[in-house]
């Protein structure tokens, strides 16, 4: 089991910028790619972006590229969401979660574990 803590979420105004960070402890070398998903009211999850844990490559969702970067941490097993020029439409809760596979993948269905959610709020 791979247990996930996001933290870093808050109310930002437009045009701010917000770092989310992801903690992972438990059987976290069966864990090769990190993903964050956001869920907005009413709306179904969607894909973010994405870093493999061993190599540092990075994918990025359309909506957030260019705005978005992630790093990660080996030491401390924490992968970070730097969110820039925040728009009202990133509100949402923020989801982290590990994927057992060797490539990144956007697909939420491949990933196995999941944090409980951080709230990112944007006002304009």
């Known amino acids: 089991q791979v247990q996930l803590v996001e933290s870093g979420g808050g109310l930002v105004q437009a045009g701010g910028s917000l770092r989310l960070s992801c903690v992972a402890s438990?059987?976290?070398?069966?864990?090769?790619?990190m993903g964050w998903f956001r869920q907005a009211p009413g709306k179904e999850r969607e894909f973010v972006a994405a870093?493999?844990?061993?190599?540092?490559?990075?994918y990025y969702a359309d909506s957030v590229k260019g705005r978005f970067a992630l790093s990660r941490d080996h030491a401390k097993n924490t992968a970070y969401l730097q969110m820039n020029s925040l728009k009202p439409e990133d509100t949402a809760v923020y989801y982290c979660?590990?994927?057992?596979?060797?490539?990144?993948?956007?697909?939420?269905?491949?990933?196995?574990?999941w944090g409980q959610g951080t709230q990112v709020t944007v006002s304009s």
């Open positions: 438990g059987r976290t070398f069966s864990s090769h790619v």
């Open positions: 870093i493999a844990w061993s190599s540092g490559s990075t």
């Open positions: 979660a590990a994927s057992t596979l060797f490539r990144i993948v956007s697909d939420l269905g491949f990933y196995d574990y």
